[in-house]
């Protein structure tokens, strides 16, 4: 079965400094990535898919930036955090039509 | 655009009590429906999705769904609701056969449930 694993599960940054957030996922091959971003209190807002190695997309213009260097690996990664970074971080992985959601990284910027 | 409407922000029931959460849809195409729900601090799990056919769907944890393409709703329905519902839950809507297209999602509505 497939599983999709988030790494670290708490972070807590001062502003400025650098950022890198992994998602891996087992148990499939050449899957979509997705990481989305979910402020305290509001919905789920999309950062960046990928469709396959090197490929990204970005949805809003942003502070952040996404890598895809394997299959089954997506990270998320700033030069410069900021406050308004703060906030729960999911990655997902979609097969079969459906979405896919890791267990998510909170992300505290002081 | 399409977009997914959850009217309800937050809804509190009493344990035993049944439950329907609304979601409205627009969408210019066939949609595909999912309900995620989310505890605190934790990622989504998918309760349910609607593809095609019988427009009610079972999902996990005794929930189902009921797509009604007429109202372009597809509301989240449990007969009797246990303290451990007590979440947030998300509608989420794509076009068919969406390849690498992207969810559109609602705002959710967060569940209490009192003894």
Redesign the interface.
């Known amino acids: 079965s497939q599983t999709i694993h ?1 790494w670290p599960a708490t972070l807590v940054q001062p502003v400025g400094s650098p950022l890198s957030l992994e998602c891996t996922v087992e148990g499939t091959s050449n899957p ?1 990535l ?1 990481w989305y971003r979910q402020a305290a209190g ?3 807002q ?1 950062l960046f ?1 990928s ?1 396959g190695i090197g490929q990204i997309s970005s ?1 809003v213009p942003q502070n952040l930036s996404a890598s895809r260097p394997q299959d089954r690996q997506f990270i998320l990664s700033s030069k410069k955090l900021l406050l308004s970074d703060s906030g729960f971080y ?1 990655c ?1 992985w ?1 097969g079969q ?8 990284t ?1 992300l505290l910027v002081l | 655009a399409q977009s997914v409407t959850q009217p309800d922000i937050h809804i509190t029931v009493s344990e035993g009590a049944s439950l329907e959460l609304r979601c409205n849809y627009s969408y210019g195409a066939t949609p595909y429906l999912f309900w995620y729900v989310q505890s605190p601090g934790q990622g989504l799990q998918l309760l349910l999705k609607y593809f095609s056919g019988d427009t009610l769907v079972q999902g996990i944890k005794g929930f189902e769904a009921e797509f009604k393409r007429s109202q372009s709703s597809f509301n989240l329905r449990k007969p009797s609701v246990h303290w451990s519902d007590a979440a947030e839950y998300f509608c989420a809507v794509v076009r068919a056969n969406f390849g690498n297209e992207k969810l559109t999602f609602g705002t959710g509505t967060r569940l209490t449930i009192i003894p």
């Open positions: 988030q979509n997705y509001r919905g789920l999309l898919y469709v949805e999911l997902a979609s039509e459906t979405q896919y959601f890791g267990p998510g909170r």
